[in-house]
């Protein structure tokens, strides 16, 4: 499989790198106005624009758009008259829907909307995508042998499954580390050093994420396992339970992320 990356920034190298190490991409074609900056990679062709790209006459299976959604009202009309009608087109960027898509780049084509997030650049990533009513048995195929390279998978039915997904896993990674770094600091106010604090934030988290995978547990029960009555955790635990604190806290973020989703498009 030919890709036809357009736009390459964090989103965009995240799926680069994966599919870097996929036999079935056998090639990308990177097009951004930094691509030449970046050191060279097997199976990857860099180019600075979608005209010099179009001068080389080459041919792709699939374009991936992974522009920030700001962007797509600048950059779709000049990428149009270099992708052919049939082409299918995944795009990554946030809010932009499938009606939008077709707006933007003509109703030819088949469209996905996807979010991946950025643990796929490691095989670890976590993917949402539907299809627009272009796509055939054949776009959904490759469609998803594309994104399993970065991770598992997860088709929803339309546009709001979508920014669901965005909302949760897509923005999920940087909970996550939102939430180690509070811990770092914590430990920091205790006393230990940057090292010894960030050893003893990340280290929880990685055996933390390491064990619930290998065990095939849910985190409740793992939770419960690491919970003595009346002990020091449940003493931690109580304080995040206090009028559901940490689930609110939780809620209000996937919600205030799930709106922006809905909003970026219409901006």
Known sequence: MKILL??????????????????????????????????????????????????????????????????????????????????????????????QL?????????????????????????TGYCFSNKAKPYHKDITVKLLSVLGETMEVADDEGINAVSAVSGSGPAYFYKFIESIENTALNMGFDANQAALLARQSFFGAAGLLKASGKDPATLRAEVTSPKGATAAGIAVFDENRALESMVKRAIAAALERNRTLGKN
Request: glycine share 8%; net charge negative.
């Open 102 to 126: 077709t707006e933007f780049l003509g109703e030819d084509h088949p469209f996905i909307r996807t979010m991946p997030n950025t643990p796929s650049a490691i095989g670890l990533g976590m």
């Open 6 to 99: 357009i736009g390459w920034g964090n989103m965009g190298d995240a799926m680069l790198q994966g599919w870097v190490r996929s036999p079935d991409v056998t090639h990308i074609d990177a097009v951004s106005p930094h691509a030449k900056d970046r050191p060279a990679q097997t199976k990857v062709s860099a180019f600075g624009s979608i005209e010099e790209w179009a001068s080389q006459k080459r041919d792709v299976d699939m374009a991936v758009l992974a522009f920030k959604p700001f962007k797509f009202v600048e950059i779709c009309p000049g990428l149009k008259p270099y992708l052919k009608p049939d082409l299918p087109i995944l795009s990554v960027a946030a809010g932009i829907t499938l009606s």
